[in-house]
């Protein structure tokens, strides 16, 4: 799941800053410069861009869709890997649980969930010999919990018991993975795209300076794509309205001046 969602963002990232700087190393040695002067229009050099942007864009629709899918049901995915680690006893060995900060023990002959938490001199250990969270990943139903402490030395048992504030920042998927999917593709498509066409017309000094440009669309699209992909049709193209305009509004932040562009067929 995670592996999923460090991946939508890389791809979603990737291919508006390797356009940016592209088009950076172009002005830099006067490639652009030249092709202006043959009389090609600054939109037909960015749609160069869009070759690459659509490989890039195939392969984020496949992830988001993916991705959609798990953060549908938040909690399902966890308990996929809490059951993953309920075979401890005939493994032979205990099974961590990274994410979720717990081990699975065999402890007579039964598999518990254990961690710890607290400082270490005062430390807090509780298990569970089952752990289920709610489909929203808001709480957990734990049985048979044993918790026990050192200072002062405590110990409690209970046959149920539900823990909450696990991942109050969670929030189940809203529409359809089909939707977010094709809001992701088209968002990193038109942000390569205009992105190209804001450097070809607006070039930048440094390549730290295309870096900003061409992160710009991704981080506005990510800001509040999961708030306005909540709302209908409108909503998406809000958001791809932002991947699109970002470029052109940190040029203007960053000062850059305007090309001063040849007319076709100039030398």
Known sequence: MLLLASLEVALLVAAPVGVAIEVWRLNVDHSIRTLLACGMPPRRIAAHAAGAALLVACCLAATSGCWHAHMADPGGSANQMLRAGRDVCRAGQPHNVPVLGLTWICLDGRARAVS????????????AADLRFSSDLSAALLADVQVTTKTPRLRVTVDRATASGFAPGVRPGSGAASTRALVFAVAVLVSSVLCAWVLVRNPVRSQLAAFGVGVAGPAAFLLLADHLLALPWTGALCATS?????PWAACKVLRVRWLSRPRAGAT
């Open 116 to 127: 710890v938490f607290g400082s270490p001199d005062a430390p807090v250990v509780w298990s």
């Open 242 to 246: 932002l991947a699109s305009m970002a």
